[in-house]
């Protein structure tokens, strides 16, 4: 994340996460772990829906690598999917709290993707969706 605070406001305000906790981490031994080198100047917060625990990091620091556009057929991880109870209401608020809404993706009102502030792409699905898979 770029910015920690705005990147928690947008999914505690926009999908409904729970702050559940933040920390600074120590340089070491987390350099090794994630093999970064030092220093991290890193912050987490650690944000809680449904049992979802969503991690944030925030590297305060100079070097780090430009945030790269990721495609759905690209191996890894490609997004994340949320169901929420009204899809237009939550389109509504996405730019406002820093992230775009791809409206050419729109299935209207039944799938649509978003991006958080970051580029990090997002599945919006009706909770409807969640009850019938």
Same mark, same amino acid.
């Given at each position: ?42 912050? $987490? ?5 449904? #049992? &979802?625990?969503? /991690?944030? @990091?925030?590297?305060?620091?100079? %070097? ?24 237009? $209401? ?5 730019? #406002? &709290?820093?992230? /775009?809404? @791809?409206?050419?993706?729109?299935? %209207? ?25």
């Amino acid at each position: 994340m770029t910015d920690l605070d705005r990147a928690r406001r947008f999914y505690v305000e926009l999908l409904d996460f729970t702050v559940v906790r933040e920390l600074r981490v120590p340089d070491q031994p987390t350099d090794k772990l994630l093999q970064i080198e030092a220093p991290l100047n890193m912050a $987490a917060a650690y944000l809680e829906r449904d #049992g &979802l625990i969503l /991690e944030l @990091l925030h590297f305060d620091r100079e %070097g780090n690598p430009p945030q790269p556009r990721r495609v759905m057929n690209e191996p890894g991880l490609t997004h994340l999917s949320f169901s929420v109870d009204d899809v237009d $209401a939550v389109l509504a608020r996405v730019a #406002g &709290l820093g992230g /775009e809404v @791809l409206t050419d993706t729109n299935l %209207g009102g039944w799938a649509v993707m978003i991006r958080d502030p970051d580029g990090q792409l997002i599945e919006i699905l009706p909770m409807s969706y969640r009850q019938s898979v």
